[in-house]
């Protein structure tokens, strides 16, 4: 038995984890928890946003460099599922689930966070993400599924990125809108009303990380990014050192809060 805290974080391409995460990551990495990023895809059909990047490589070998250098920053581990992007609703589903239901068996985490069901905006990547750890946190407890990928584990709580409305007005305030395009189609970020949120991370003492984290996917913004800007100063945005989470499953030995109070760390309640 082993009194190691670990988390583990599943997301579909570099950069998910920064925006969102990012914070949280870095938080519990310096806390001494054992923290690991699952990744699904390099990025490698994505675009470069800024105009005044040269590659002379493959984009997904760049978004690759990229993501471990954010790894680095935060100070979590990196596991590459290795599928292609855009491409994981044809990927053999059971195969993506069993690699994740491995490596939570033998990383044996407390906590896993991963995209909801909305995937944030809807990215077809980021529902496959959601659905593949959905299903591997079920699976990973069960003994006679894929005996050969490790003894049991039980996830002791799962949950799900989310982001509150208001925070999506602010995102709109300050991008000037509030969606992703995807192939020049409008894809409007999904936000929860605060009584939907179960869990809210103050990551203050980390937004430098966080920001420093997002700024490693350089490929991936646009000049006029405000995350770019140099006087873009974490502290005058409360909003950007608040992370939002929607416990979605937890095992029976959980504590939880009473009287609908929000969690403020990820591994309260558990024994």
Same mark, same amino acid.
């Given at each position: 038995m082993t009194?190691?805290?670990?988390?583990?974080?599943?997301? =579909?391409?570099?950069?998910? #984890?920064?925006?969102?995460?990012?914070?949280?990551?870095?938080?519990?990495?310096?806390a001494g928890v054992d923290v690991h990023l699952i990744t699904a895809t390099l990025g490698e059909a994505g675009q470069i946003a800024n105009p005044e990047i040269t590659?002379?490589?493959?984009?997904? $070998?760049?978004? #690759?460099? #990229?993501?471990?250098? $954010?790894?680095?920053?935060?100070? *979590?581990?990196?596991?590459?599922?290795?599928?292609?992007?855009?491409?994981?609703? *044809? *990927?053999?589903?059971? #195969? =993506?689930?069993?690699?994740?239901?491995?490596?939570?068996?033998?990383?044996?985490?407390?906590? *896993?966070?991963?995209?909801?069901?909305?995937?944030?905006?809807?990215?077809?990547?980021?529902?496959?993400?959601?659905?593949?750890?959905?299903?591997a946190v079920e699976v990973?407890?069960?003994?006679?599924?894929?005996?050969?990928a490790g003894p049991p584990h039980t996830v002791a709580k799962f949950y799900y990125r989310a982001m509150f409305e208001e925070q999506i007005a602010m995102v709109e305030e300050m991008n000037g809108q509030n969606y992703v395009c995807l192939d020049g189609i409008p894809f409007p970020f999904v936000g929860y009303p605060p009584e939907r949120i179960t869990t809210v991370l103050d990551i203050s003492d980390f937004a430098r990380a966080k920001l420093e984290g997002i700024r490693c996917h350089a490929s991936q913004l646009a000049p006029d990014n405000p995350y770019l800007l140099p006087n873009f100063e974490p502290g005058d945005h409360p909003w950007f050192a608040t992370e939002a989470y929607i416990l979605a499953q937890h095992s029976p030995h959980v504590s939880l809060p009473d009287n609908g109070q929000k969690e403020t760390d990820l591994f309260s309640g558990i024994s």
């Open positions: 009194n190691q805290r670990t988390l583990v974080a599943i997301f =579909a391409h570099p950069d998910d #984890e920064a925006f969102g995460t990012g914070g949280t990551l870095a938080k519990y990495a310096a590659i002379n490589q493959p984009l997904g $070998a760049l978004r #690759e460099q #990229e993501l471990r250098r $954010a790894c680095a920053g935060y100070g *979590v581990t990196l596991h590459l599922l290795g599928y292609m992007d855009g491409q994981t609703t *044809v *990927v053999p589903q059971s #195969e =993506a689930v069993f690699k994740i239901v491995k490596l939570l068996r033998q990383l044996k985490p407390q906590v *896993v966070i991963a995209f909801g069901p909305d995937g944030i905006y809807g990215h077809y990547d980021h529902l496959a993400a959601h659905r593949w750890a959905t299903a990973a407890n069960q003994g006679d599924w894929w005996p050969e």
